[in-house]
Nanobody, 123 residues
Framework: QAQLVESGGGLVRAGGSLRLSCTASGLAFSMFAMGWFRQAPGKEREFVAAIKWNGDIKTYADAVKGRFTISRDDHKKLMTLQMNNLKSEDTAVYYC????????????????WGQGTQVTVSS
């Protein structure tokens, strides 16, 4: 059974950094686009970043460009999101998602989701 597990969330001050990880099991990781979404209280889940199944295309939401970096290690079945210069508006639950043989991940097309990890940025 395929499973995605996020880790690395926590409480950090504005301007600080966090590194989120998403570990996959039970799926052919190298064949999946991987990505991150986030959902703040009272708001809809929104796209954050994605990396194509072969790693040659990375996309970012405008709100995180230049601050967040997505990467993947297919041997470890691991995807990471390095988050720098965090802002209070980055506070949310962060979810990883997987979409087979795709360039990116979407809310409606991603086949697998993690349970989420809380990121809280204090101002």
């Amino acid at each position: 059974q395929a499973q995605l597990v996020e880790s690395g969330g926590g409480l950090v001050r504005a301007g600080g950094s966090l590194r989120l990880s998403c570990t996959a099991s039970g799926l052919a990781f190298s064949m999946f686009a991987m990505g991150w979404f986030r959902q703040a209280p009272g708001k809809e889940r929104e796209f954050v970043a994605a990396i194509k199944w072969n790693g040659d295309i990375k996309t970012y939401a405008d709100a995180v460009k230049g601050r967040f970096t997505i990467s993947r290690d297919d041997h470890k079945k691991l995807m990471t999101l390095q988050m720098n210069n965090l802002k209070s508006e980055d506070t949310a639950v962060y979810y990883c998602a997987a979409n087979a043989m795709a360039e990116t991940v979407t809310l409606h097309d991603s086949q697998y989701w993690g349970q989420g990890t809380q990121v809280t940025v204090s101002s």
